[in-house]
């Protein structure tokens, strides 16, 4: 346990210091119904990620931030501006237009890159390498961190009052746009913010899974909030433990060898998707769960009856 603190100590600090931020983020874009939304400002990030590796930029470097910033601000006006006069084609539809995009966009960015591991690159950006996160990195992640959960818990009535009522016709078309352009574009630098060092996987799933579990036992989103932190801490403390101490996987053929600090320890597990499997894992738990011990509205509408409105 020694070794894991001395090598994953920052990792564990950086995923404590992320994850209750994506929790709660996460409890709006489950109730939403957007889950796509995620992934697409997730991978527009990555984009602007790519775009300044292909001049040449480190992908860690202060201009990558800025461009992945830029791009995930960029990606939430336009989700923002898209809500309305739809039609018949759903919201969800446009954001998932939206992720294909970019993504084919980075890869073509990517391969046109100078480095010449455009691949490799990309295959970073989606798995993360949190493995890697410095005390400096912590300190500035607690930071911007801290600024972003006191906007958005100053901003928290409002936001909430959008998604749970978000087709109220009483409610002026201009207000909404802008509380979901604050909303999303929050959740722009937040992401942003958090692919460069733990991936796009790991973010979807910080904002997502914890949520849905918090939702499969509990009603009122502040209450949800209470078990949906917990559970992304953790689930992402969990996953570095097991990416630290579970044994390899060997196919047949020769597995090279890897410093210890590069394979997330001695074994080799990757840290990103080994948090990703453990929060799955939880999820898959809690469903079983749900589906034997089901609330009392569950039974009322498979009997029949009227389940209450949320309020």
Known sequence: MKEFWLLLGPAVLAAV????????FGLHIVRRGLIFID??????????????????????????????????LTGALLISLSRFRLGRVPHEA??????????AASIIVLECAPSGHGLEELKDMLAGNIIFVGNAEVKSTAITYGVIMAVLLALWRPITQVTLTKDDPDRSKLKTLLLDFAFYGLLA??????????GVLVV???????????????????????????????GSIGGLLLSFYAPALHFGHETPTHDAIESA????WPSGPA????????????????LFFPDRNVVALTNGGVAQNES
């Open 17 to 24: 210091l992320m994850s209750p931020v994506h929790a709660l």
């Open 39 to 72: 992934l697409a400002v997730a991978q527009v990030a990555a984009l602007g990620v790519s775009v300044a590796i292909a001049y040449g930029h480190d992908a860690n470097s202060p201009e990558a931030y800025k461009f992945a910033v830029a791009s995930a």
């Open 94 to 103: 446009l954001i998932g237009v939206v992720y294909v995009l970019s993504t």
């Open 189 to 198: 630098i937040v992401v942003a913010s958090s692919v460069k060092v733990a």
């Open 204 to 234: 979807f799933s910080w904002l997502v899974m914890p949520a849905i579990i918090a939702f499969f036992f509990i009603e009122k989103i502040g209450w949800a909030a209470a078990v949906a932190i917990p559970i992304g801490i953790l």
């Open 265 to 268: 320890g001695a074994q080799g």
């Open 275 to 290: 948090i990703v499997a453990v929060l799955g894992v939880a999820v898959i738990l809690a469903y079983i769960v749900k």
